[in-house]
């Protein structure tokens, strides 16, 4: 299988049948640094979409799959996971309606800045090994996930004081 860097999409059939929809999926390597993450690698992104050409207007409409490998935000084990993400963009010929927009020429859409913005904006805000990881003991650094401790981790309000005050 050929993993590429560019995503771009042959419209010709779509422009031919308008209304039509095709499909579009393929496996691509794009830039780590579209990651948050510390220390972490965007593996490979696998996109499916359907492709519809109304008028000028271009719609994807599908999902983009990112195999990610790092670490846990709070208890730095390591993780590989995928993480699937929406997608719906519409694609103008030529100019975009406003600079929000992602254009096509002739018979060719480049997807690539679209889905890259995409990942941008909608991964998660941390990467974590599991939804209830239980993270690193503050005191003691133990991997709460793998052994418990008996330090003891509650610790005052810091606005308790506001109680006592007299109005």
Known sequence: MSVSDIIIIDLTENIANKGVTTQFS???????????????????????????????????VGEIVCKVNGFCDKCLDKVSTSITLTFEQTFYKDVAPDEDCYIYENSLLDATKAICDEILLSMPTQLLCKDDCLGLCPKCGVNKNKQQCDCDTTRENAFSFLKNIKF
């Open 26 to 60: 393929g496996t691509f390597n794009l830039p780590s640094d579209l990651l948050s993450y510390p220390d972490s690698q965007l593996e490979y992104v696998i996109v499916d979409f359907d492709v519809t050409a109304v008028d000028d207007e271009i719609d994807l």
